[in-house]
């Protein structure tokens, strides 16, 4: 499915339409992998919107969207709805219990003195058979792995090493549905995948991924977590915020290839009017050279 050098990939959510944060991330991702001569593959994460009738119609629009910035993929898109056989076969091989936690119980666990260090604190691996049979009458129970704590390290290209304690995470929701860190390991691992470039807020999650790949026998890719755009107040950038989508740029007359050169120039990879093209920006991609702080994309009010 991959090149023999790995590949690397972008993996959108189909709920929304991509914005410009989402858009300059995959052009970061792309970046990234056609630098280091990687593959790159798209990966539409629809396990929360299997259900939803516009899902297809959202993945399209994105795909047309990073088309129309000229990003190319180099291999079929991978559809999480179609791959729960994989994630659920995943499952075997990992030692896990069963957790009856509510939301509000695991708030108010994660709200303990120790909760810093483990934020599942293992309440459901403590239940006595007795009890646990009594709330498997009332509640359908998640699946957590059981991790007893391990330490897990991963080395970001923007980042450093980062090392944290791993919890015993939700690898399988109450509604049966495989939850995201599951998906996203079983993933990588399919595809090939040894690099992976994202948003910087998702970097909290990594060494549990890293941890979880090892555990199915993987290895953990490479990461590149990457400043988030943000608008005027420091928020992370949202569809509310204004024109911040393709359409809605494109509707004020503004084409593709502005949209590209502004988020070339928030990296510091083109000058503000510079018509530009992905593999012109390739020979300019030097990664210790990507700003390290959030974008404020007010920018996109002057397109």
């Not at 516009?54 to 993945?59: H, K, P, Q």
């Not at 999480?80 to 030692?95: P, T, W």
């Not at 943000?230 to 084409?255: E, F, I, P």
Request: hydrophobic share 45%; aromatic share 6%; proline share 7%.
């Amino acid at each position: 499915m991959t090149s023999p050098t790995g590949a690397g990939r972008f993996a959108p959510s189909p709920t929304s339409a991509l914005h410009l944060g989402n858009l300059r991330t995959a052009l970061l991702a792309w970046l990234f992998a056609r630098s280091t001569g990687r593959a790159f593959l798209l990966r539409i994460e629809d396990l929360d919107t299997q259900r939803v009738r516009a899902a297809a119609g959202v993945a399209a629009e994105q795909q047309a969207d990073l088309a129309a910035l000229g990003l190319r993929f180099d291999a079929p898109v991978v559809w999480q709805s179609e791959r729960l056989d994989a994630y659920h076969d995943a499952l075997v091989g990992l030692e896990t219990y069963p957790c009856y936690c509510t939301r509000k119980e695991i708030a108010e666990a994660s709200s303990a003195p120790h909760s810093a260090s483990r934020p599942y604190p293992g309440t459901c691996l403590r239940l006595t058979a007795a009890r646990r049979a009594e709330l498997a009458a009332t509640r359908p129970p998640a699946l957590r792995v059981r991790a007893e704590g391990a330490l897990s390290s991963i080395t970001d290209v923007l980042h450093g090493e980062s090392t944290a304690p791993v919890d015993d995470f939700v690898l399988l929701r109450n509604d049966g549905t495989p939850a995201y860190n599951l998906a996203v390991v079983v993933d990588e691992l399919f595809s090939g995948i040894d690099q992976v470039v994202r948003g910087d807020d998702l970097l909290e999650s990594s060494p549990r991924q890293a941890w979880l790949a090892h555990q199915l026998s993987g290895t953990a890719p490479s990461y590149a977590h990457v400043p988030l755009a943000v608008n005027a107040a420091g928020q992370r950038l949202a569809k509310r915020d204004g024109a911040v989508t393709l359409a809605d740029l494109q509707a004020r007359g503004a084409s593709p290839s502005q949209v590209l050169t502004l988020l070339a120039s928030s990296l510091g990879l083109a000058e503000p009017d510079e018509a530009v093209t992905p593999d012109q920006l390739l020979t300019r991609f030097d990664p210790d050279r990507l700003p390290r702080h959030p974008w404020v994309a007010t920018q996109a009010d002057a397109l």
